[in-house]
């Protein structure tokens, strides 16, 4: 019989299934399945690895997927083998007990949260922000007791920590600072995960309560994505075009592009390592020793080359320290030399804290890459378009495995897609139409992909209504960018207008009604702007916006920061951002960004009027 996973459980389950994914390609497979056991001690023959991974893996495709994995704490909650999976599980470093495993209910399972996580992200935290005036109230903060937890509660340091990992996201003139009331502290929350999610943090399962409350879990999860979305940032071809080096091979650079954060990582640890004979596939097991660490510092530390970095000369003597511990303290030593302590204590490195590990290795990266360009060759690569960057938030933010990091490359087997389908209410035969991952490079997994993305397709003539004329699986399997998004486009669309049909009790929302419902609201607010249609060129000075978001909740915008008259582009803009940012204050979930305001994007203007109407609906 199965067992019902609360929501906070099934969160749980997805942060373990992420750690234990140890290349965050959605799956889990038979050597992660054996690097957790090592990692609990438990060393377990290849024979019984397969065995369990037979068991488990209900749909036979030679891994576990999400939903197998959530089957291990409901549907065989009685198995013995998925019980010694769970204890195994369990033992890991940094994965919380997860409720169903104890006799507790859910609402009081004792949670065993990693206190390695806590205290790497207080001091992190605490150093990046020290000088911040606005964050001293709770800096420095205790990394040894949960005063993480409190730091957070009233939205100012999780703000803050979004425009370091992606500048500009929050205008800074939004955040409530001074004497915060229940009211402008919820605002604050608000922000902060409206922003979080615009930056493509997935926050489905996580309220203002719940930060308010400081739910350890929750909280270190939600700080995990915000983090490393700075950490990646500059981890991509078209931002750092020295990754070119990496390149293997025969290998092309569409190949390269479409490599993970995580595997790029790797790929350049281990192009530093190869030159001493090392080689690594995680960022668990095979660093805990610090061997390879020594080595990596080593070979990345300035040579003196460059007048703005003077040498320094790694002491590799701490290399023969017999106690680990004390080995992962002296290299951690040199790291500090280099300026790239952060995340790391020795216990993460003996215990093979992956998250933590890859943390630091990101470090490393963005402050010593030690790579160059490849000269003589002739290619440019594209940034990512203000359009496609959205469209991958917007992905990310509903949860979708694996997460996307380059659009064309991810969706070119269509699961996405199919999961996008899901969420906005149109059924997916998953058990006879989609064909699962792993695809095999030679023997026919390229026509898989292409039966999954003419599946896509079908459903939206089919099943979704969308209009897909000239469109074909081949197209999205071939990356075609126009078409690719024309697809993505109407199910954003068809997601964004689907919540007002919740709220509207089934009445049909498009854009005549929208447009209808912003004029009314404005008129009975008691304002003077209003719009013909989401092209209309008074968009472009977000005044109708700021209107709207003061209708809906009267007295939240300060006009005295709107420039109103004779607007320059930077006025625009700045009027733009403040509008951005208060309609995620107030609670809508808007992923556009001010240049679609200032450019008047019909779509993405869509989107905006389509998430305060919602708001304004809820307010109703």
């Known amino acids: 019989m199965t067992q019902k996973i609360s929501t906070e459980e099934m969160e749980e389950i997805r942060d373990a299934f992420q750690k234990v994914d140890l290349d965050s390609n959605g799956y889990i497979c038979a050597s992660e399945l054996g690097e957790l056991f090592r990692e609990v001690g438990c060393h377990m023959p290849g024979y019984q690895i397969r065995e369990l991974l037979q068991k488990l893996d209900r749909d036979k495709d030679s891994h576990i997927n999400l939903d197998e994995f959530t089957a291990i704490f409901a549907d065989l909650k009685d198995d013995h083998m998925a019980q010694g999976f769970r204890k195994a599980l369990n033992k890991k470093e940094g994965i919380v007990a997860i409720g169903g495993t104890s006799e507790i209910s859910s609402e009081g399972t004792q949670h065993s949260i990693s206190e390695q996580e806590r205290f790497a992200f207080a001091n992190h935290i605490s150093s990046s922000l020290e000088k911040d005036p606005d964050c001293q109230h709770v800096l ?3 990394p040894n007791n949960e005063a993480l937890f409190t730091a957070l509660a009233d939205g100012i340091v999780l703000c803050k920590l979004i425009n370091l990992s992606v500048p500009d996201t929050i205008d800074e003139r939004t955040i409530n600072k001074k004497k915060l009331t229940a009211f402008t502290t919820q605002e604050n929350l608000n922000l902060a995960l409206n922003s979080a999610s615009a930056i493509g943090c997935q926050v489905v399962n996580i309220g ?37 080096a990496l390149l293997e091979e ?49 070979q990345i530390a300035p040579d003196g080359s460059k007048e703005d970095a003077p040498r320094v000369e790694i002491d590799m003597t701490g290399l023969y320290e017999k106690d680990l511990s004390q080995r992962a303290d002296r290299m951690l030593e040199q790291a500090d030399r280099l300026g790239c302590r952060q995340f790391l204590t020795p216990t993460d490195v003996v215990f093979g804290n992956a998250k933590l590990n890859m943390a630091f290795v990101a470090t490393l990266f963005n402050k010593h890459p030690a790579l160059t360009k490849p000269e003589n060759q002739d290619w440019t690569v594209e940034s990512e378009t203000r359009e496609e960057k959205t469209f991958r938030n917007w992905m990310n933010s509903l949860g979708v495995s694996p997460h996307v990091h380059h659009i064309y490359g991810d969706l070119q087997d269509a699961m996405v897609i199919l999961q996008l389908y899901e969420r906005i209410k149109v059924p997916v035969d998953w058990d006879n139409r989609v064909n699962r991952p792993p695809f095999k490079v030679i023997g026919g997994g390229h026509l898989k992909k292409i039966e999954n993305c003419n599946y896509a397709v079908e459903l939206g003539k089919a099943k979704a209504g969308f209009s897909l004329v000239g469109i074909g699986g ?15 486009w109407q199910l954003m669309r068809r997601y964004t207008l689907n919540v007002l049909e919740d709220l509207g009790h089934g009445e049909v929302a498009g854009d005549d009604l929208i447009v209808s419902w912003v004029n009314k609201t404005l008129s009975e607010g008691g304002k003077s702007s209003s719009i013909k249609s989401f092209k209309d060129k008074s968009i472009s000075t977000s005044l109708p916006v700021l209107d709207l978001i003061d209708a809906i909740q009267p007295e939240s915008v300060n006009f005295d920061l709107v420039q109103k008259e004779n607007l320059s582009d930077e006025d625009k803009l700045n009027n733009a951002k403040y509008a951005i940012s208060m309609a995620r204050k107030i609670g809508a979930k808007v992923y556009a960004l001010p240049d679609d305001l200032v450019e008047v994007n019909p779509k993405m203007v869509m989107t905006i009027f389509a998430c305060l109407m919602g708001r304004g609906m809820k307010r109703a």
């Open 208 to 244: 203002a309560q719940d930060l308010k409350e400081g739910k350890p879990h929750l909280v270190l999860g939600l700080l995990w994505q915000i983090i490393k979305i700075g950490l990646f940032a500059n981890i991509e071809l078209s931002r750092n075009e020295a990754i070119a």
């Open 140 to 142: 420095p903060i205790n």
């Open 474 to 488: 081949q197209d999205l399997y071939d990356g075609n960018a126009t078409l690719t998004l024309a697809l993505v």
């Open 250 to 298: 025969g290998e092309s650079l569409e190949e390269l592009m479409k490599l993970s954060p995580e595997e790029l990582l790797l790929r350049w640890a281990n192009f530093h390592l190869k030159k001493v004979g090392m080689s690594i596939s995680n960022f668990s097991g095979d660093i805990k020793d610090s061997k390879a660490y020594f080595h990596l510092l080593e």
